[in-house]
């Protein structure tokens, strides 16, 4: 009988597999993540201003692997937003601390090439340009790739911005995304009509 508690031991032949799969596996995802940059950059209008990826995007793009909070400015993502920005939401960040409600950044700055990834993706998802549009927008006009904009979490976080974020200037600005957050009013005052989608 075999005791749950102990590990059960694995033949070495079978190890010297497992680590070879993992190899192989983990050279394909970097190869083929590299690849796409070179086929997204290529398959782009207008994306020759857009430096292709020469590997997998990473933490130097903006990429967040998981939410962080707005004081973490190790990550390039917070680091490379404008700063007036970076303050308001830290202060925003900690009066929704006061009312109990944890808010996270799930995105902020971004690399153009990034953005441009992210459009490719959404014109995949969505099945067109125009579609994909009305979601992501081109590195050119990004509030991200400007460091102006940020995305909260969680819900409670995105609802509680919606009521409050005014008091520190910041406002939602598209209608079909509550997590997307600007700097687009002096603080207490009015936020702009919201626009129906990044499209328009």
């Keep these: 009988m075999i005791s749950l508690a102990a590990p059960v031991p694995v033949p070495r032949r079978r190890r010297r597999a497992a680590v070879a799969v993992a190899v ?22 207008g994306a020759a201003a857009v430096p292709a990826f020469d590997g997998p995007p990473g933490a130097d793009d903006g990429i967040l692997v998981s939410s962080v909070s707005i004081l973490d400015t190790g990550e390039p993502a917070i680091a490379r937003l404008d700063p007036a920005l970076r303050d308001a939401v830290g202060q925003a960040s900690h009066a929704a601390a006061a009312d109990g409600i944890v808010m996270e950044i799930t995105s902020g700055w971004r690399s153009a090439r990034y953005q441009q990834l992210m459009l490719d993706e959404a014109v995949t998802t969505y099945g067109s340009a125009a579609e994909a549009s009305r979601w992501v927008a081109s590195p050119d006009t990004s509030a991200h790739v400007s460091g102006r904009a940020v995305d909260v979490g969680p819900l409670d976080a995105q609802f509680w911005m919606m009521e409050h974020g005014a008091r520190w200037g910041l406002c939602q600005i598209f209608a079909n995304e509550r997590w997307h957050y600007e700097r687009a009013t002096t603080p207490g005052g009015t936020c702009p009509p919201q626009r129906m989608d990044a499209a328009g």
């Design 24 to 45: 192989v596996l983990a050279v394909v995802l970097l190869a083929s993540g590299a690849t796409a940059g070179l086929l997204w950059a290529a398959r782009s209008p």
